[in-house]
């Protein structure tokens, strides 16, 4: 494929829209995908869109298919289990190390305020807009903790993770609303990190990653639901 085009502003927003509905669960799962539906449903043409395609293809959202087009990729149990594992590991020590900057003095003023403005922000769960916001500022939320814990290089990370968690919270979500619970979570963390107590900001945030894979993995792989979890990649 052409650099030029694959690096192109028209196969930028061809991938940031397609992203953003594969993310949100608009196409779902499984779905087959054809380069002239998603020009018609982007209003690009078929060039960004192929070019975008295979930039989705390197992330693992979608997967060529030989001589039928592109599918989404599924979401596997090891997914699921690799990813909130990772998330157990790092965010535990990202709020570990952003209670400790709060209580030597080193951790921003600003962070803080950032983190309560997310907190006070209210979602309608019965609402997939709303519920997107939700998890949008979830994102934020747990980006701004590995980033008051002063390691750019680990905000990054938390934020790919929480990209790549994205749609399993979408799946899980539409079978049990949880952003109430979230919520509290996120305002005990947040009194936690104020007080600069880092063992306990670590035990929430594990256990709020932990009642988030808990359930996912309920709402994908229980005897209702409508959704075919592949056992592996």
């Known amino acids: 494929m052409d650099d030029a085009l694959s690096a192109s502003p028209l196969a930028d927003r061809a991938a940031m829209l397609l992203r953003a509905d594969i ?8 779905a087959t995908l054809s380069e002239i539906a998603l020009a018609a449903r982007t209003g690009l043409g078929r060039a960004p869109i192929r070019a975008a395609l295979s930039r989705l293809a390197d992330e693992g959202l979608v997967r060529a ?3 039928r087009g592109w599918v989404v990729s599924v979401v596997t149990l090891r997914d699921i289990h690799e990813v909130f594992e990772l998330r157990l590991i790092l965010e535990g020590e990202a709020a570990r190390r952003a209670a400790q900057a709060v209580r030597s003095g080193a951790g921003s003023a ?6 309560e403005a997310i907190v006070q922000q209210g979602y309608d769960p019965a609402d997939l807009d709303s519920t997107l916001a939700f998890l949008a500022a979830n994102r934020g939320f747990h980006v701004a903790i590995a980033e008051l ?3 750019q290089r680990l905000a990054r990370q938390v934020g790919r993770l929480l990209d790549e968690s994205s749609r399993m919270l979408v799946l899980g979500l539409a079978r049990r ?5 979230m919520a509290h979570e996120h305002q005990a963390l947040l009194t936690a990190l104020s007080e600069g107590d880092g063992p306990e900001a670590a035990a929430i945030m594990c ?3 932990a009642a988030s894979r808990a359930m996912v993995l309920a709402a994908l792989t229980g005897p209702t639901s409508p959704l075919v979890v592949s056992e592996s990649p």
């Open 23 to 30: 993310l949100a669960c608009r196409l779902a799962p499984g």
């Open 65 to 67: 298919l030989p001589r």
């Open 110 to 115: 600003g962070g803080l305020a950032r983190l």
């Open 149 to 151: 814990a002063g390691n």
């Open 177 to 181: 609303d949880r952003t109430r619970e």
């Open 207 to 209: 256990e709020q990653v």
